[in-house]
C-alpha cells in the first residue's frame, strides 16, 4: 500500500505558475502508475498527466499540453506537476494518484491511491 501526500499550489494570476508535488511513502513511486487529476466544482474529476509505470511514458491532457510538465523523482519518491501559462479554467483541487497497473489510464478507477487534493487557483 502506498500513502500520498500532496503539497504547492495555490493562487497565481492568470499567466503566471505554480507547481504541485506529491511524496509517496510506503512503495517507490517507480513501483507504480502515477497520475495527476484535477476537479472543479461542478465537474467530474479529469486526467491531467500521468507517467506509466512500465516504461516511464509520460501522458497529457491537451488541455495542458505544452503547458504542464510532470516530472518524478525516484530518490525521493515523489511527483510533481509544474504548471504554466496558468488559466482561469485550470482552477481545481488538484489529486495525486497510483495505480497498479502498468500504463497510463485516464480513467480515475483504475487508479486505488489518492493523495488529499491541494487547491489550485488562478485569477483572471
Known amino acids: 500500500q502506498v500513502r500520498l501526500v500532496e503539497s504547492g499550489g495555490g493562487l497565481v494570476q492568470a499567466g503566471g505558475s505554480l507547481s504541485v508535488s506529491c511524496a509517496t511513502s510506503?512503495?517507490?513511486?517507480?513501483?507504480?502508475?502515477m497520475g495527476w487529476f484535477r476537479q472543479a466544482p461542478g465537474k467530474e474529476r479529469q486526467f491531467v498527466a500521468g507517467i506509466s509505470r512500465i516504461g516511464a511514458d509520460l501522458y497529457y491532457a491537451d488541455s495542458v499540453k505544452g503547458r504542464f510538465i510532470f516530472s518524478r523523482d525516484g530518490a525521493k519518491n515523489t511527483v510533481s506537476l509544474q504548471m504554466n501559462s496558468l488559466k482561469p479554467e485550470d482552477t481545481a483541487v488538484y489529486y495525486c494518484a497510483a495505480s497498479i497497473y502498468p500504463s497510463t489510464n485516464d480513467d480515475p478507477r483504475q487508479y486505488s491511491y489518492w493523495g488529499q487534493g491541494t487547491q489550485v487557483t488562478v485569477s483572471s
Open positions: 510506503g512503495r517507490t513511486v517507480s513501483a507504480y502508475t
